[in-house]
């Protein structure tokens, strides 16, 4: 479980100094985690322990939400942008093994039904839009606009406003994207995955919108 704390404890060595973050809580409360041990703890393997892995990726939709929310207030947007691509992934895995089944009967092709048993969950970038394509057909009617803008801003994420292979014009129109995506995404997240929630995701989610709606008073009109 993650440690509470005013500063981050002293590391007993390099690496461990490396891996430290802090993980933000909206509210004002933050939690420090060692990187490799919240990886081991809560993102255990979906064959050891699916519903674990499930809220795991819950839990950090909302967390890099909040980090790109934050990243727009500090003006980074490119940042942002590359944390909102991170959540859709996340979102997207839970939603794979949330239906898993149904994504299987789709399936005629045996390869593509043992991709999809060991690896769909990865969610690999450039599997993003097939994967949404079979989520759309399983009435997941958003899922295809989401991906689509997370594609789009993580391509910003590399490139920036560059002419010749960025989407966006003007900075402003990839602010505007994000914020969107951040709308879009917290609206559909407790409908998709709701059943899979505890207390703690339901406070941490709790306090996401609020800072979401906060930034959208604050931010200026385009």
Partial sequence: ????????????????????????????????????????????????DVKSYIRARVM???DELSLSIMMLEAGATRNAAGKAFVAVKALISAMVLINLDRLLALKRDEKEKKWYEKKAYT????????????????????????ADKALNLHDYQYN????????????????????????????KLPHWTG???DEEIKRDFKHLTKRL???????PPY
């Fill in 160 to 187: 920036g406003l560059d002419p010749d292979f960025s989407p966006y014009k003007k900075k402003e129109e990839a602010v505007r994207d994000i914020v969107v995506l951040i709308d879009a995404v917290v609206e």
């Fill in 1 to 48: 479980m993650p440690l509470k704390a005013t500063a981050p404890a002293q590391p007993h060595n390099k690496r461990e100094c490396l891996d430290v973050r802090r993980r933000p809580r909206i509210g004002g409360e933050l939690k420090f985690y060692q990187n490799d041990e919240f990886v081991e703890r809560e993102l255990l393997s979906p064959k050891i």
């Fill in 213 to 219: 709606e906060d930034f959208k008073k604050r931010r």
């Fill in 123 to 146: 969610v690999p970038t450039k599997s993003i839009k097939g994967i949404s394509l079979d989520l759309f057909e399983l009435g997941y009617r958003e899922i295809g606009a989401i």
């Fill in 195 to 197: 059943s899979y929630w």
């Fill in 60 to 62: 950090e939709v909302i």
